[in-house]
């Protein structure tokens, strides 16, 4: 089956700079890659999503990059503020169009100070 | 207001004892989900419901039970054979949509075992 991997599990920046998280799937068959943000005691919200059909997409200060061939897609945050202080979660699923899976990353915690 | 209800949002059990967490839905999704949240993991799926009076088997499944009786409701019961059901659990919905699997969720019901 799919295996995500995430890194980091926590990262700590100062407002206004960048975040950076990191995912690696295992299985090539997969073409959906959704981002969620979770906040505590919440579930979590959908934020960004890529298909695989697509390198590169881009909604305000969050893009979300793939690279099919390494098996990778990152999610960056730019000019970052305390509340997108949460946790990421990304995700992968094959099958599009049917109540396929997600496989989940493990999550980060970020953590944006003043 | 549409959107994914979960109750009770804190439920405490005896050890032994089975009960059910509520998830309704009026988004008119097709597809519905139970997750299980464990502290530092990702979300695990329990099982998962593409239409009415059919569920199919997550990757941890063993100790729980579900029904889809109606296309808004999925109940999860977490019966007494479930060895460690202290977590947090997120019910989620999605529609088909071709190329991707954007899934909802609500907001959680912990569970503690006392």
């Known amino acids: 089956g799919e295996n995500v991997e995430q890194h980091p599990s926590t990262l700590s920046v100062q407002e206004g700079d960048s975040a950076v998280i990191k995912c690696t799937y295992s299985?090539?068959?997969?073409?959906?890659f959704p981002w969620y943000k979770q906040e505590l005691g919440k579930g979590p919200q959908l934020i960004i999503d890529i298909r695989s059909n697509v390198g590169e997409k881009k909604d305000q200060r969050i893009a979300v990059t793939l690279n099919k061939t390494a098996k990778h897609f990152s999610l960056h945050i730019t000019e970052t503020q305390p509340e997108d202080s949460a946790v990421y979660f990304c995700a992968a699923s094959m099958r599009p169009g049917t109540a396929s899976k997600l496989t989940f990353g493990t999550g980060t915690r970020l953590q944006v100070t003043l | 207001d549409g959107g994914i209800t979960q109750s009770p949002k804190y439920l405490f059990r005896k050890e032994g004892q089975n009960v059910t967490l509520s998830c309704e839905q009026n988004?008119?999704?097709?597809?519905m989900y139970w997750y299980r949240q464990d502290p530092g993991q990702g979300l695990r799926l329990i099982y998962y419901s593409q239409i009415v009076n059919d569920f199919q088997k997550g990757d941890i499944a063993e100790g729980y039970s579900v029904s889809r009786e109606k296309k808004e409701s999925f109940p999860l019961t977490v019966t007494s054979a479930q060895k460690n059901p202290t977590a947090f659990y997120l019910c989620?919905?999605?529609?088909?949509?071709?190329?991707?699997?954007?899934?909802?969720f609500g907001p959680g019901t912990r569970l503690t075992v006392l």
């Open positions: 989620a919905s999605s529609i088909f949509e071709t190329g991707r699997n954007e899934q909802f």
């Open positions: 988004l008119n999704h097709d597809a």
């Open positions: 299985d090539s068959a997969s073409n959906y």
